[in-house]
């Protein structure tokens, strides 16, 4: 728990910080901020933290009164519509991507579940399926934000699949699931401290990359070039300007794999082989979907909107 104390130690120094510099970027600049030395090592803890909280909900000491629900959570809402993403990620649904035409069932909570989260770690051993996620989310957002340590001892770059379409295609994800998704992340940073202008423009920056159906492609980690990036694939996710859905097209709703583990409040109960993550949306976000598409941009320039993230923190711990 030392990057709590460090956090606290920020928080109760109450020294003024200076306004971030344009040419530092933000990973950059709140790493020295918060745990003083600018290294990978640090870079990698600050994100750890941000993804972590994102996943399992608020955890840290202290907080400042925002509760985060966590994407675990299997009592979610979205816009007062229920949501439920574990059976995603716990083996319920045959959603993952592993090359086929069809989804399969994987287990993404085999390292420990939210036990080594809340210790700042990605997973108890490196060869579960959760190592692996929680690793290339750190490393992904990491690259979001412009962390200089990318690539160093402390910081491996981000090596997983190039195309958030393909990774996230079977599961057929759809407006309320991806906002609701998007608002943990929004949340995870508010949760220490960040203004909510900056929150705001977080969630408009990755709505724009992730939450159109056929987007065209964009890179994302520059080193990946341009690629399929959508993620919200149902039908009443928000049609993107120059869609490309011949080579993007939605699939089916993933089929229950594990009733037990499928079973959860916002979905249509076990033995529905067609069951949605978020069954009592459907209307209203089939409604809210075609208004949506006209103002889309899907630019790499984008970005740093998600960076915006953390423009407030340290301001807001020096107060
Ligand atoms: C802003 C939207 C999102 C972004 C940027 C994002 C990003 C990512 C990334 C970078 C990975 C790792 C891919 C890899 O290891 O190759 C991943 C995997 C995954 N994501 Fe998302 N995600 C988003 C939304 C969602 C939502 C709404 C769900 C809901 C269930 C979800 C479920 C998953 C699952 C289950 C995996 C593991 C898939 C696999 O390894 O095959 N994601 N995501
Ligand atoms: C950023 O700009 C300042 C002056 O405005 C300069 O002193 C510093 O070296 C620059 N840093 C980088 C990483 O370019
Ligand atoms: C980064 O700095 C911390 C001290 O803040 C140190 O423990 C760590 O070893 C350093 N990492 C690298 C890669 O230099
Ligand atoms: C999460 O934040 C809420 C609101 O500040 C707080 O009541 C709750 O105790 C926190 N949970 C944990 C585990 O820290
Ligand atoms: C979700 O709701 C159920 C039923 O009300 C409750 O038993 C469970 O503890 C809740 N879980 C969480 C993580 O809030
Ligand atoms: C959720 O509510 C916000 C604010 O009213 C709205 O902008 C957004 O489109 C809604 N999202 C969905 C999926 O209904
Ligand atoms: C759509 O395509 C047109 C013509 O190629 C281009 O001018 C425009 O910028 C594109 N719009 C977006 C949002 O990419
Ligand atoms: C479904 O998951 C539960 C809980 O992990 C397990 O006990 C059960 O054996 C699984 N059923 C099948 C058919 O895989
Ligand atoms: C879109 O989602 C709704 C509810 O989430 C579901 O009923 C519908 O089948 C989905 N459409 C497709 C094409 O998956």
Same mark, same amino acid.
């Given at each position: 728990?030392?990057?709590?104390?460090?956090?606290?130690?920020?928080?109760?120094?109450?020294?003024?910080?200076?306004?971030?510099?344009?040419?530092?970027?933000?990973?950059?600049?709140?790493?020295?901020?918060?745990?003083?030395?600018?290294?990978?090592?640090?870079?990698?803890?600050?994100?750890?933290?941000?993804?972590?909280?994102?996943?399992?909900?608020?955890?840290?000491?202290?907080?400042?009164?925002?509760?985060?629900?966590?994407?675990?959570?299997?009592?979610?809402?979205?816009?007062?519509?229920?949501?439920?993403?574990?059976?995603?990620?716990?083996?319920?649904?045959?959603?993952?991507?592993?090359?086929?035409?069809?989804?399969?069932?994987?287990?993404?909570?085999?390292?420990?579940?939210?036990?080594?989260?809340?210790?700042?770690?990605?997973?108890?051993?490196?060869?579960?399926?959760?190592?692996?996620?929680?690793?290339?989310?750190?490393?992904?957002?990491?690259?979001?934000?412009?962390?200089?340590?990318?690539?160093?001892?402390?910081?491996?770059?981000?090596?997983?699949?190039?195309?958030?379409?393909? #990774?996230?295609?079977?599961?057929?994800?759809? +407006?309320?699931?991806? $906002?609701? @998704?998007?608002?943990? /992340? =929004?949340?995870? &940073?508010?949760?220490?401290?960040?203004?909510?202008?900056?929150?705001?423009?977080?969630?408009?920056?990755?709505?724009?990359?992730?939450?159109?159906?056929?987007?065209?492609?964009?890179?994302?980690?520059?080193?990946?070039?341009?690629?399929?990036?959508?993620?919200?694939?149902?039908?009443?996710?928000?049609?993107?300007?120059?869609?490309?859905?011949?080579?993007?097209?939605?699939?089916?709703?993933?089929?229950?794999?594990?009733?037990?583990?499928?079973?959860?409040?916002?979905?249509?109960?076990?033995?529905?082989?067609?069951?949605?993550?978020?069954?009592?949306?459907?209307?209203?976000?089939?409604?809210?979907?075609?208004?949506?598409?006209?103002? #889309?941009?899907?630019?790499?320039?984008?970005? +740093?909107?998600?960076? $915006?993230? @953390?423009?407030?923190? /340290? =301001?807001?711990? &020096?107060?």
């Amino acid at each position: 728990m030392r990057f709590n104390a460090v956090l606290l130690a920020v928080a109760a120094a109450g020294t003024a910080v200076a306004q971030r510099p344009a040419n530092q970027s933000i990973c950059d600049y709140y790493t020295t901020a918060l745990l003083k030395q600018n290294n990978a090592t640090n870079q990698y803890t600050l994100l750890t933290l941000l993804v972590n909280t994102a996943v399992i909900g608020n955890y840290t000491q202290p907080n400042v009164g925002i509760m985060v629900p966590g994407i675990l959570n299997p009592n979610g809402t979205y816009n007062n519509t229920k949501v439920n993403l574990v059976p995603y990620f716990d083996g319920g649904l045959a959603s993952t991507n592993d090359g086929g035409n069809m989804g399969v069932a994987k287990n993404f909570l085999d390292g420990g579940g939210a036990a080594p989260l809340m210790k700042n770690m990605p997973a108890d051993d490196t060869t579960s399926n959760q190592y692996k996620l929680l690793t290339h989310l750190y490393e992904f957002f990491g690259s979001l934000l412009g962390c200089s340590g990318v690539g160093m001892t402390g910081f491996p770059a981000y090596a997983g699949d190039a195309s958030m379409y393909e #990774v996230h295609k079977f599961m057929a994800l759809d +407006p309320f699931q991806m $906002g609701f @998704f998007i608002e943990q /992340v =929004a949340l995870s &940073a508010a949760s220490f401290g960040v203004a909510q202008s900056d929150i705001e423009a977080a969630g408009q920056a990755l709505g724009s990359l992730f939450n159109y159906r056929c987007a065209p492609k964009t890179t994302v980690i520059k080193a990946q070039g341009p690629q399929y990036q959508s993620v919200c694939t149902n039908d009443s996710c928000p049609l993107a300007d120059n869609a490309t859905c011949a080579a993007q097209p939605s699939m089916p709703q993933p089929l229950v794999a594990n009733a037990t583990l499928a079973d959860g409040e916002g979905r249509i109960p076990s033995g529905s082989a067609t069951m949605s993550g978020s069954a009592s949306g459907t209307a209203s976000s089939a409604s809210s979907a075609s208004s949506a598409s006209a103002t #889309v941009n899907a630019a790499p320039h984008t970005v +740093p909107g998600l960076a $915006g993230v @953390f423009v407030a923190l /340290v =301001a807001f711990l &020096a107060l």
